[in-house]
């Protein structure tokens, strides 16, 4: 069994369903209070300094903080990644989905810290004092704050959509049809010219953002993860999907011969035929070694 099917089989009942839905609302709560004191956004920044000096809710905050200001376009994007989120969920399943979103934010955390800790890189010394000194130290770290957000983060969420569902056709700017796969191109070389383009601290926040886009679909094809592909993580959710409907509720896929356990009511439960038994005896793993065998 492979890392991430482990990691579902016992935290997968703490999955977060529709993850999607609580970005969206955290963004409306961050724009309502942008609107009502915009000061405030540089008390939920992702701020390393003053994380370091007792700010600790600003590893979360930063989430609320909208990629954007607030008008029709941001709103028909939004819905978008609402829609892209929700298939990806669906597609994937709900503990591979949020696996995917978490990757992204820690990945986002760890980028603002080693942005910091370059001050007591030798090499990168110069490179810091010279901000610093140009802005004084709470200044430059303000500054680089407000370029953490959840932006980037987003555009790994389409990335992940058009990676699973390449021949998915939309409408770019609601008139032109085009397949996904060709605008996650499109926004893959764009996002590549910026990289190349910025400064030290801009190669950070957007390599760490994505970073988890690139992790997670290595994972798929090394075999250190799923083991397969996203297109073939959909035909597995689709079957099983279909197996569900298809087999009656009171019958157990798996059940002990010895205690009666059956995976339905023990999802988290390793179930094991015997070799040595003469017939089709299953047991769990507490009476898979400790059973008596059947001649």
């Known amino acids: 069994m492979n890392f991430l099917n482990k990691m579902e089989r016992k935290f997968g009942k703490y999955a977060i369903p529709n993850l999607s839905l609580y970005l969206i609302l955290g963004y409306v709560l961050g724009y309502a209070m942008r609107y009502i004191n915009p000061a405030i956004v540089d008390f939920l920044t ?23 200001s607030l008008d029709l376009l941001t709103i028909v994007m939004l819905m978008f990644y609402y829609s892209v989120g929700t298939n990806l969920e669906r597609t994937w399943g709900t503990f591979y989905y949020n696996v995917y979103l978490l990757m992204g934010m820690l990945f986002t ?7 910091m800790g370059i001050s007591y890189i030798p090499g990168f010394r110069r490179y810091y004092e010279m901000r610093t000194i140009l802005y004084g130290t709470e200044t430059y770290f303000l500054l680089v704050a407000r370029s953490f957000s959840t932006y980037f983060v987003n555009m790994s969420i389409f990335l992940g959509f ?22 996650g191109i499109a926004y ?5 010219i910026q990289f190349l383009q910025s400064d030290l601290v801009g190669k950070i926040i957007i390599g760490a953002s994505l970073l988890n886009f ?58 094991r035929f015997c070799s040595k038994c003469n017939g089709n005896y299953e047991y769990c793993q507490d009476h898979l070694f400790t059973h008596t065998h059947v001649k």
């Open 46 to 68: 992702l701020n390393p300094y003053l994380i370091l000096h007792g700010q600790i809710w600003r590893l979360v905050t930063w989430i609320l903080i909208p990629p954007s």
């Open 109 to 115: 955390i760890i980028g603002s810290f080693l942005i």
């Open 162 to 183: 058009a990676a699973t569902f390449p021949d998915v056709q939309v409408l770019l700017m609601f008139i032109i049809p085009i397949k996904v796969k060709w605008m």
């Open 188 to 192: 893959a070389v764009l996002l590549g």
């Open 214 to 271: 690139v992790l997670f679909f290595l994972m798929t094809r090394s075999g250190i993860g799923m083991r397969i592909s996203p297109r073939q993580v959909k035909r597995r959710h689709d079957y099983n999907r279909e197996v569900k409907r298809a087999k009656p509720a009171s019958v157990a896929k798996h059940k002990c011969a010895i205690c009666g356990k059956n995976s339905e009511d023990n999802p988290e439960a390793e179930f």
